[in-house]
Nanobody, 119 residues
Framework: QVQLVESGGGLVQPGGSLKLSCAAS????????MAWYRQAPGKQRELVAA???????NYADSVKGRFTISRDNAKNTVYLQMNSLKPDDAAVYYC?????????????WGQGTQVTVSS
């Protein structure tokens, strides 16, 4: 079994920062893409940022210059550093990892962590 555990969400004032983490555990042979998605009430889930195994990244236009995605392959962990947070960033954030488990790649999701941006 593979499990993704997220941490780091919470309440922050506009302009503040948070750092999300998502660690995968289990019999993992390798991980390709790692990413963060978010879903606000009444909206569809959207891609926030993604990072390939080699380190190339892509971001949603709305977070470019404010958010940074990174990964630690030795720890099977992906991070999302969020700076200059805005009320529009409030959502449930989900991590995603494309994991090779028992020689089969599959899509794995975290349980979600709430980010609230409010004064």
């Amino acid at each position: 079994q593979v499990q993704l555990v997220e941490s780091g969400g919470g309440l922050v004032q506009p302009g503040g920062s948070l750092k999300l983490s998502c660690a995968a555990s289990g019999i993992i042979l390798s991980i390709n893409t790692m990413a963060w998605y978010r879903q606000a009430p009444g909206k569809q889930r959207e891609l926030v940022a993604a990072i390939a195994r080699g380190g190339s990244t892509n971001y949603a236009d709305s977070v470019k210059g404010r958010f940074t995605i990174s990964r630690d392959n030795a720890k099977n962990t992906v991070y999302l550093q969020m700076n200059s947070l805005k009320p529009d960033d409030a959502a449930v954030y989900y991590c995603y990892q494309e994991i090779n488990y028992r020689f089969v790649y599959g899509d794995y999701w975290g349980q979600g962590t709430q980010v609230t941006v409010s004064s």
